[in-house]
């Protein structure tokens, strides 16, 4: 790949790329990331299908929030399971709104660990009303204690 | 506290780029591409797994083979420590910074703080470099970032200690010996690495790994439709592929750029005329990649993924696994 073929600009993803260099020599270039500066609008968009669409069966309580950040995560039963240290068949009952109610609070702290989310997040979604919102959740000594900071 | 004058630099992909760095920190003028190559990283790998949403194409080899097949090769000795208890990980980790000496460390991605959330995947084999740590955390150079990053030591110890496939367990290392290399030794190690890649690509008799899986992959693309819930979500692994080609630590082109780079520097280092215009057809190889790349990325955005245009998807990279298997055939031929 020529060196200008590959240049774009974009600073807020860099990557390095191999080139061939004008005068013929292959070496590094720092240029911003195509997929991220083309198609990142795609993708946020159809990650907030996901969203609404897992919102709305929370909401119709067709599935727990386990199953919500699972598909939020794009991740599968089997790595879930894995990473949560929780049997697949166990996770599979806590996909659903009555298998979560049974979920031991161990297991809810290990999902939010693997979610990298605070408990909290388990037992409610916050959606601000106004846009440019900030909701930060602070994490504290206490691992079934968070403190939610709205700016 | 402790900041060691580690010369911060982005490399393409994790594992070369820490390997690399932490060679160069250590005196040897090693780029990644050599790294690379000697380590005989390039590959195919095409696996279906309960544990992944979606098969998975990978185009290099696995996790940590490149820092054993380095040491092995170069005759560089790293020192290795995996941990049970996350305290002792930290308090070793602390202790071998305060002596000044840059660590790898292997960790799940998803719990880099400053990684954007678009990127926020598990991923057990990232690697980065721990090259400080301050009151609240750890200064860490990833080489996928312009600059070092910060971490906090919660972040850095749920990244260490993932579970899941290529469990990192607390693993990290450092350069304990790294000896002077002299013409021959690289020359060894060269031919090393390309019997090896070659030998993987065209020879290794197990049908997922080398060109039989570029196949495979190529063969499963029209199947797609029936593996996904709906047309987004075909979308968004037809535009993985762009993403996994070019953009997940690959230097572009799957690897092959980087790896006709590696051809080049060899053709340098042996005064080869062969391996000079073997480089240029990989690099070609790689553009070839791009392309198909580029109309996946095209497709998915457009939402264009028929059965046709699928089917010349598959094709394109039938086409690659064709001149990949010559290309690699020439090479195990040259260094039999």
Redesign the interface.
């Known amino acids: ?1 020529k060196e200008n073929d ?1 240049r774009v600009d974009y600073d ?9 260099k004008e005068d013929g ?4 270039l ?1 240029t911003g ?4 500066k ?3 609008g ?3 968009e ?2 907030a ?1 996901i969203i609404n669409e897992g919102i709305e069966k929370m909401k119709k309580g067709e599935i727990s929030p386990v199953g919500y950040y699972l598909e939020f ?7 879930l399971a ?4 929780v049997p697949v068949g166990k996770l599979k009952r806590h996909l659903t709104p009555v298998g979560f109610a049974g979920a031991s609070l161990d297991a809810l702290r290990r999902y939010a ?2 979610f ?1 989310l605070p408990l909290a997040n388990l037992f409610a979604v916050i959606v601000p009303k106004k846009e440019g919102t900030i909701v930060t959740a602070q ?1 504290t000594c206490n691992p079934l204690f968070t403190i939610i900071e709205i700016d | 506290m402790t900041t060691i004058p580690y010369a911060h630099s982005m490399y393409a992909h994790c594992e070369s780029g820490t390997v690399a760095g932490l060679l160069r920190h250590h005196g040897m003028q090693i780029s990644e591409p050599l790294v690379f190559g000697i380590a005989a990283g390039i590959c195919a790998v095409f696996i279906t797994t309960p544990k992944v949403p979606f098969p998975v194409f990978e185009m290099r080899t696995k996790p940590g083979d490149i820092r054993k097949r380095i040491a092995g090769r170069l005759g560089v000795i790293f020192t290795t420590y995996r941990f049970k208890d996350p305290r002792k990980a930290c308090d070793r980790l602390a202790a071998i910074l305060d002596k000044e000496i840059p660590v790898a460390l292997q960790v799940d991605m998803f719990y880099m703080e400053y990684i954007p959330d678009y990127m926020k995947t598990h991923f057990n084999a990232h690697y980065i470099v721990a090259v400080g740590r301050e009151a609240e955390g750890f200064i860490v150079s990833d080489c996928y970032y312009p600059t070092l990053s910060r971490l906090s030591e919660a972040a850095l110890e749920r990244g260490r200690f993932a579970r899941g496939d290529f469990a990192p367990s607390g693993f990290m290392y450092h350069a304990a010996s790294v000896p002077a290399i002299d013409t021959t030794r690289l020359k060894t190690a060269i031919i090393q690495g390309i019997r090896q890649a070659s030998f993987t690509m065209i020879k290794l008799p197990i049908p997922f790994i080398g060109i039989k899986a570029i196949r495979k992959f190529a063969r499963s693309i029209p199947t797609w439709p029936k593996k996904t819930r709906s047309y987004d979500e075909l979308s968004h692994w037809i535009m993985m592929i762009h993403v996994l080609l070019e953009e997940r630590g690959t230097g572009g082109g799957g690897f092959r750029f980087m790896y006709a780079t590696f051809l080049q520097e060899a053709s340098r280092i042996f005064g080869s005329a062969e391996l000079l215009a073997l480089s240029k057809r990989m690099m070609e190889n790689g553009d070839k990649w791009r392309e198909l790349s580029m109309a996946a990325a095209r497709s998915g955005k457009n939402r264009d993924l028929g059965p046709e245009r699928l089917g010349e998807i598959r094709d394109l990279v039938l086409a690659r696994a064709d001149e990949e298997e010559r290309l690699f055939s020439i090479l195990y031929k040259l260094f039999r």
């Open positions: 790949m590959a807020l993803h860099q990557l390095l790329l191999y080139v061939e020599t292959y070496g590094p720092q990331a195509f997929a991220a083309n198609y990142l795609d993708y946020r159809k990650h299908h995560f794009g991740m599968t039963v089997a790595d894995v990473r949560a240290a660990e693997v990298d994490r």
